[in-house]
């Protein structure tokens, strides 16, 4: 890999093949199917060619709510996608699933809408109360399916919160504003594949900038969710962390009212 060339090798899947920031050759290998190929080429394909433009991508699923454009980023399997479908079956504007391009506008930094579907396990449709009929199931073996979305393909929306989502062992949801140096850290921590900048420089040196109008223009808040929450008390909590943020509230005084 290299500032210009990027390719993936996948045993029974595919060889992939990225370069310029606008040309990808695909060779499927036996058997594959079209719903595994297309996870690829929408997620770390497409997060090299992203790369390649030098276009920020962000790790995380991305709704705009009451005007407000607001994205969830995390870890894989935190919760990202399940939370954003809840928002928008209660009637959030869908934009993104898992691979979220940044682009600055007058130095204001906006989400550019570029999916149509998102992915869920079949545990959280079952919360969603969404039937996993007729949905295209991702690998044969797994329970994991495409979701269809309203789409807003093509369209741009200013970026106004980040929420980066984890858990842990505690009973109660526990929320921390992210200042200064840290918010630098955490976002550039939350970069789609960040590992690909170590052949990157040139895109490497780009996002320093691009993160730092990032870092000015947006809130960023930490949110830990215990482990075992539903994906509809979480929807609630989050509803009013939303609130909140935008009416300057303090989070402390939210966080004990949780509890």
């Known amino acids: 890999m290299n500032q210009e060339e990027f390719s993936l090798d996948l045993e029974n899947v595919a060889w992939f093949y990225a370069c310029h920031g606008s040309r990808i050759e695909i060779m499927p290998y036996k058997d594959v199917t079209q719903s595994v190929l297309e996870l690829y080429l929408n997620g770390s394909v497409y997060g090299a060619i992203l790369h390649q433009r030098k276009t920020l991508p962000l790790h995380g699923s991305c709704f705009k709510y009451q005007g407000l454009g607001i ?16 928002f928008c079956l209660k009637g959030a504007s869908f934009l993104t699933d898992d691979v979220s391009p940044i682009l600055l506008k007058n130095g204001k930094p906006h989400i550019w809408g570029v999916s149509d579907r998102i992915k869920l396990w079949s545990d959280s449709l079952v919360q969603l109360e969404q039937n996993e009929e007729g ?34 062992k505690q009973r109660e949801i526990v929320y ?3 200042e200064g140096v840290e918010k630098f850290t955490a976002l550039r921590n939350e970069i789609y594949r960040l590992e690909y900048l170590q052949g990157m420089k ?14 000015r223009g947006v809130t960023v808040v ?19 962390l939303i609130l909140a943020v935008a009416s300057n509230q303090n989070l402390n005084a939210l966080e004990i009212a949780d509890q």
């Open 71 to 86: 994205m969830i980023c995390g870890e894989s399997g935190v919760g990202k996608s399940s939370l954003t479908t809840s």
């Open 135 to 168: 949905l295209e199931r991702i690998f044969p073996e797994q329970g994991k399916y495409y979701f269809p979305m309203e789409s807003a393909q093509g369209k741009v929306f200013p970026l106004t919160y980040i929420f980066i989502l984890h858990t842990h």
């Open 176 to 178: 921390q504003p992210v």
């Open 202 to 215: 040139e895109s490497e040196t780009a996002y320093l900038k691009q993160l730092i109008m990032v870092c």
């Open 222 to 240: 930490n949110v830990y969710r215990p482990t075992d929450i539903s994906i509809e008390q979480l929807q609630f909590k989050f509803n009013k």
